[in-house]
């Protein structure tokens, strides 16, 4: 956050389209690494909004237009007061962190269908989301924050350990490696991880079918599974903290400018390469 | 529940055998297509009244007698109130979840060999048991309720998301299609898939085994698992109460209609595909 | 505990060694075959102390020195008094659950290297402990207690269900079976089972991969995943209550005594498979 880069002209980052009244796709779209800034935040939490309010829409789903990163880490070229002083949400936590838990509670069902990298922000949409299929060949999911000093802010340490247990999620979020798609399906990280050319048709039908369901069953299926396991809001807003009060300390900020410097940030073998060029780091 | 049909003469739909005094058989006996009717619950109440009384069983098996069969969906041609109208058990739930939740916390190890279709109630005395073998070529579950736009009752929003994650536990109730073996055993819905030929070894091994341990060992072991993540029964109720508030709706009335209508409840495709056949209901 | 021995010279069976000040490795070292009596858990309540006391080490693995055996099950030739006379740690349970609730929160990621049989207290380090990687050719994990009439006192009732289930952790305790590295992998048991040649270097690999990481990222990290469900010490010392209440009834002293008969607690077949013997006791 110590770089600075002159506003971005306003630019749809994140499309939404209406393929039925009943089933909504939202892509991102911000090449060409697909980093979450500010301005996307902002439109996630319109589409969310969105989502909350129609009364037909029964099942969105979330992919990329961009080649190899289905949804990428925060910039850290901007200012870190482009995301925190945008206003909170309606749960009363900051925006990214709101978006997160009202997908997860919104009365549709959310699909996230990976191919690419999803890195810190882009594990954390799948982790929020209802359902998540992987390229096996392509995905590459990661939470890689420790490997520049941060602990992230998006709820992977409330998701994680209740979808795929204590030891796998430690290794996730501790090892900060590249996780691919065969391991993420044996985890559990993902539902299933899919030949690369099955896996828009896979999505697709399950889309189409989850569509073709009475909206009020699926609601009140989904409102009953998450009284069994949903971490609390107050769990997701101290991870949150846990983040802002980590992305100010030295050590994070000398990982992240030395990072840059080698290549973080830019198309190139460290961003196709995260988890290995973090092994590096600090040594 | 628009159709009637004569009340059936009694019969006994749920078999027990007691093989050993310490190791017993329940099995699901009631052709062409196993479905669950009041006569069967209310032999099963019996049976698990039985198994909670009973000093020396340590293990109870439950399996199917009918080819391609395990334990299917309810009765829709019966009325609803003839399971309504059951008194309610013990645990003061309606009788078929109280069956369910007394099966889970009964004194006794409880093993389901699943041989054909687990169904709405065959995947909830399933999940309720305290293990589960799958045939690999012939076991399919399925949580089939949302298809037709009715809620589960019988447990499976409370049950699933504790043992096979969020979103897994999902997909399987808002996909409602047909799960087979190998994918059983990968979500962790089963605790394995077995090759069919070796299915019954196994599980008649594993049964003989436990019940030569000590029953006082065992109790206890079981009560202190049960203390990590046992869903409250209040819990279980909600979700009986969302299934019987579905099934009134006219939305779920008009699918089972017209679901009957193309072949549903009587052998042939449609209850050998239940999942194919869900998909095309809403079209 | 029926047997007495004379007390043994004192020795080092849980060697510690600082390969960096960040990165330690916990050796048990008990030849021949790593049985775990009184003086290993004051040695390894030292270790813990130190652990978290010191203020630079951020990785610590767990492995063996003994062929064939990773860490075993207690010692019964020994006076129970051995261990329950111990004085009860900081967090007031007795030593050796004290020893697992303070590794599972210690300010250190601990990783356990899995090879040979991790039998009892081995799998309960193994449970407690942060991440687990295993030998697919030698690894064998068991919770064997119930096989002689005792329940587990280390915890796995509370941590089983949560890491990898109701259904699986009820197998695994209730079956008593040696479990070995592709089904601990499966099952989620263990993190991962890898090629016994290919274990040692992604070990050390990780570890040294963690040890380059920022310390205060990592417990903050860690400290949040905890807040996601990890067992109150209550319950853990309920299990150990369980313990003790089990080792004094006749039914276990009985079967203890006779396994002893048969050659348990001595090099050979019946330590070598314990599972399959566990399986001829109560016949």
Redesign the interface.
């Known amino acids: 956050m110590k770089h600075q880069k002159p506003p971005a002209a306003e630019s749809t980052q994140v499309r939404l389209a209406r393929r039925t009244p009943t089933y909504w796709r939202v892509t991102f779209d911000h090449p060409p690494l697909n980093i979450l800034g500010s301005e996307a935040i902002v439109q996630m939490s319109e589409i969310i909004t969105a989502l909350e309010a129609d009364e037909r829409v029964k099942v969105v789903v979330f992919d990329s237009a961009v080649e190899g990163f289905f949804l990428n880490h925060s910039d850290f070229l901007a200012r870190l007061e482009d995301v925190t002083s945008l206003p909170p949400g309606p749960t009363g936590l900051q925006a990214w962190p709101d978006i997160l838990v009202r997908l997860t509670r919104a009365p549709v ?1 959310s699909i996230t269908l990976i191919r690419g990298r999803a890195t810190g922000n882009g594990s954390e949409i799948a982790l929020a ?4 299929f992987a390229s096996r060949e392509k995905a590459i999911l990661s939470q890689w ?3 520049v ?4 802010g998006g709820g992977p ?2 998701r ?12 996730v ?5 590249d996780i691919r798609g065969d391991l993420a ?4 990280y ?3 991880s899919l030949p690369d050319a099955d896996l828009d048709g896979f999505v697709d039908a ?1 889309a189409t ?2 569509a ?3 909206k ?3 609601i ?3 409102r ?8 609390h809001d107050v ?1 997701i807003g ?2 949150w903290d ?1 983040f802002l ?2 992305i100010v ?1 030295p ?2 900020q000398e ?1 992240i400018k030395t990072f840059i410097q080698r290549g973080f940030h830019k198309p190139g073998d460290v961003e196709n390469r995260l988890g290995h060029y973090l ?1 590096q ?3």
Do not use: Q
């Not at 994680?160 to 290794?171: C, F, K, T």
């Not at 979020?173 to 490696?177: H, I, P």
């Not at 599974?225 to 949903?230: F, G, H, P, T």
């Open positions: 069902v989301s209802d359902m998540c924050e420790v490997g000093g941060l602990v992230p340490m409330a994680l350990p209740r979808l795929i247990g204590r030891g796998r999620a430690l290794e979020l501790l090892g900060a490696d399906e044996l985890y559990g993902v539902n299933r399950l079918r989850i073709s369901f009475d009020r069953a699926i009140d299926i989904k009953l599974v998450d009284a069994a396991n949903l971490p769990e101290a991870g846990a009060a980590s300390r050590a994070a990982r092994g780091l600090g040594r």
